[in-house]
């Protein structure tokens, strides 16, 4: 039995919730305007109100009623009856009492609180109290309530009409409504509608609005300047990408014209194109391999491996490989002691490959480039300090943005692609660390990684997040 009761209220729930879904479905079908659906909200609530409005009403009314019913009592019984034990018109003097009579009883009832009489009988329309005589017998006092219960009525109904009216009002002035108060909504569906390339520079006006509509106005204001920032950015990427792809497929087949016409037959030109070839393929072969890297940053794909590896072992062999690669020259490794630390050892070192790269480029042929390395507490200061002609007041704010190339880099032979300072200052804050530049016009310029000792997360796999670009 009980499992057949379980079964039978739950089949009673899911049909109160099938026919509450199907009159959610229907009605929101009814495509009504949001001024209406406020106006009718706030009717509704308006309407909710009315019933303890009543309520209270009735209340006051009662208690009208009883103030003026215990003086009319009080007053009946401090009189004297007739011979035949009514009281004389004079006695009563007010218009709603049916009857007074004196009783041959003794008045045993409790009172009412705060009241001198108690409630015999109510009958339809009237109302029986008794009460003590000064005598000791019973004075019973009889009240019509037909004007009484006239008055709380036309009360009631004046009410219930000025709510219909208040109803009737919301529902007519919605447009009003509309213009008052949600102006910067309609204004935000205008934008919204309108927005597109070419227009990212428009905003909400907030004049006029307030309190929370003008917050909502403000945070888009800021939602659409944050977009535009990254529509330019990912633009102006999209732009200088396809500039530096440009110079050398544009070089290439240039030398593959210049073969097919006098290669197959002079060596000498032979030669060259094949170096030139091979070395504008090695230029964009470095420029796709930068790019997939700033991509698989900002689709936060990019992953990095924190070990605990020692960073002079890294500087030793940066030094080592650069010594090789640029022998005319001079690579210095500061005498220093062994700096354990955590983080990706291949990252680490490929930020010092981009810096020692730099240097290599901005100072002439010969000259000394200066690695270092400090432990301070808790953190660990690689450096690469060259002595060629600085970096300008002009350009230092400028040189770790993507494509940014000062004007000496852009004058030297091998001035790379701009995207080098870029990839570097991404790993260092993706580890926590920061990336600083020291230069000066004439004297060389000195670049210091500051990275953290320990990571959060040893041995595990971590997303570069996009706060490294900020």
Not at 28 to 37: A, C, K, P, Q, Y
Not at 40 to 53: F, I, N
Not at 120 to 149: I, K, N
Not at 442 to 457: N, R
Request: aromatic share 6%.
């Amino acid at each position: 039995m009980k499992r057949q009761r379980r079964q039978l209220r739950k089949a009673d729930k899911q049909k109160a919730r099938g026919f509450h879904g199907r009159v959610k479905h229907v009605m929101s079908n009814f495509r009504l305007s949001l001024t209406f659906r406020i106006a009718l909200h706030y009717s509704w609530q308006l309407l909710k109100t009315t019933l303890p409005v009543l309520l209270l009403l009735t209340v006051a009314l009662c208690g009208l009623l009883a103030e003026d019913m215990n003086a009319t009592v009080n007053r009946i019984r401090m009189e004297s009856p007739e011979e035949s034990g009514r009281f004389s018109p004079t006695a009563i003097r007010h218009s709603e009492v049916v009857s007074a009579e004196m009783l041959p009883t003794t008045y045993i009832w409790d009172n009412l609180p705060m009241l001198d009489f108690s409630i015999a009988d109510l009958d339809g329309f009237r109302l029986t109290l008794r009460t003590a005589h000064q005598s000791g017998m019973t004075v019973e006092v009889c009240f019509r309530l037909q004007r009484y219960l006239y008055v709380w009525g036309v009360l009631t109904i004046t009410l219930l009409l000025c709510d219909m009216l208040r109803v009737l009002s919301f529902i007519r002035n919605r447009e009003k409504l509309h213009k008052t108060v949600l102006e910067p909504i309609r204004d935000i569906t205008e934008l919204a509608s309108t927005l597109s390339a070419s227009n990212l520079s428009n905003r909400i006006n907030i004049a006029g609005t307030k309190n929370e509509l003008r917050d909502l106005a403000v945070v888009i204001n800021s939602m659409l300047d944050r977009i535009e920032r990254s529509y330019n950015s990912q633009k102006q990427f999209v732009s200088d990408a396809s500039h530096e792809l440009r110079t050398p497929l544009a070089v290439l087949q240039g030398y593959i014209s210049m073969l097919k016409r006098w290669g197959k037959s002079d060596p000498e030109v032979l030669d060259e194109g094949l170096n030139a070839i091979a070395q504008e393929t090695q230029s964009m072969k470095e420029l796709v391999e930068s790019l997939l890297f700033l991509a698989r940053h900002d689709k936060k794909t990019l992953m990095m491996e924190m070990v605990a590896f020692d960073a002079l072992d890294v500087l030793t062999e940066l030094q080592r490989e650069a010594a090789m690669v640029t022998p005319e020259d001079t690579f210095i490794l500061s005498p220093a002691t062994n700096c354990p630390m955590e983080g990706d050892r291949s990252m680490v070192k490929q930020v010092m490959r981009i810096l020692c790269d730099n240097a290599v480029k901005y100072t002439p042929k010969g000259g000394i480039i200066q690695l270092g390395i400090e432990r301070k507490p808790g953190w660990v200061t690689l450096s690469v300090a060259d002595n060629g002609p600085g970096i300008s007041q002009e350009d230092l704010p400028k040189i770790f943005e993507r494509f940014y190339r000062a004007d000496a880099a852009r004058r030297s032979e091998g001035g790379g692609h701009g995207l080098g300072l870029s990839i570097a200052r991404i790993i260092v804050m993706a580890h926590g660390g920061k990336l600083r530049v020291r230069s000066k016009l004439g004297a060389g310029s000195t670049f210091y990684v500051d990275l953290p000792e320990k990571q959060q997360s040893l041995q595990s796999t971590r997303t570069i997040s996009e706060d490294a670009t900020k």
